[in-house]
């Protein structure tokens, strides 16, 4: 960002200086200005992220086809699935973002579940609409038409006027990948560790038992 930009900003009440020294200066944006991580560039929406990796998204009133941007640096392996039972779960706002109707939802801390094993072979949605936007973001195009088309009624929220309440988890599929080893690789380390537990106790009896022997010999010999 240009000196001159930054004295329009200024100008425009966009910026405000918050500190200044022979280094740098501190600015702050006025908040009407802020972009939310993820935002639909039609509709209304909530998301609330659970780890860097994992994301809900709840999109509203969807009628037609929208697109949402991701704003995190582009990869193919980001999936949107489709959740059932839309609007069961709670979201305790922590930001609203008028200038894209988005409402941004309190983490919630969540380091690993087992159920996300289950985006190996989960049903990924939109896939093939996944792209590159803004010259690094995600961005993805949702069709409500194909969602009533192709899944249950459980899948999404219908309104009288035929547009549909729908909520997406946005998942990083590696991981599960990562977790299904780490569970292997514990579950070989419980066999191995019981095997050389069985052979320690199996050496120890033997021990035992050579001894025993040796004198029912020697009784044997007088």
């Known amino acids: 960002m240009t000196y001159n930009t930054i004295q329009e900003l200024e100008a425009n009440n966009i910026l405000k200086?918050?500190?200044?020294?022979?280094?740098?200066?501190l600015y702050e944006l006025d908040r009407?200005?802020?972009i939310p991580l993820v935002f639909s560039d039609k509709n209304n929406?909530?998301?609330k992220k659970f780890s860097p990796l994992k994301?809900?998204?709840?999109?509203?009133?969807?009628?037609n086809?929208?697109?949402i941007t991701f704003h995190q640096s582009y990869n193919s392996q980001w999936k949107l699935y489709l959740t059932s039972n839309p609007g069961n779960s709670l979201c305790k706002p922590l930001e609203y973002y008028k200038n894209t109707r988005t409402i941004e939802c309190e983490d919630i801390k969540q380091l690993f579940d087992i159920s996300d094993l289950a985006y190996l072979w989960k049903r990924q949605i939109f896939d093939e609409s996944h792209d590159m936007v803004d010259e690094y973001a995600n961005g993805w195009t949702i069709d409500p038409e194909y969602i009533k088309a192709n899944y249950p009624k459980e899948y999404y929220r219908i309104h009288s006027d035929g547009s549909i309440d729908i909520e997406l988890t946005l998942y990083f599929k590696p991981q599960s990948y990562f977790y299904m080893g780490l569970m292997v690789s514990g579950i070989i380390l419980i066999i191995c560790a019981r095997y050389l537990y069985g052979i320690g106790k199996r050496?120890?009896?033997i021990d035992w038992l050579l001894p025993l022997a040796a004198m029912e010999n020697l009784k044997d010999g007088t």
């Open 45 to 47: 929406l909530s998301f």
């Open 203 to 205: 050496r120890n009896k």
């Open 55 to 63: 994301y809900e998204i709840s999109l509203y009133n969807l009628k």
């Open 17 to 25: 200086k918050l500190d200044e020294n022979e280094y740098f200066s």
């Open 65 to 67: 086809k929208t697109n």
């Open 32 to 34: 009407t200005y802020l």
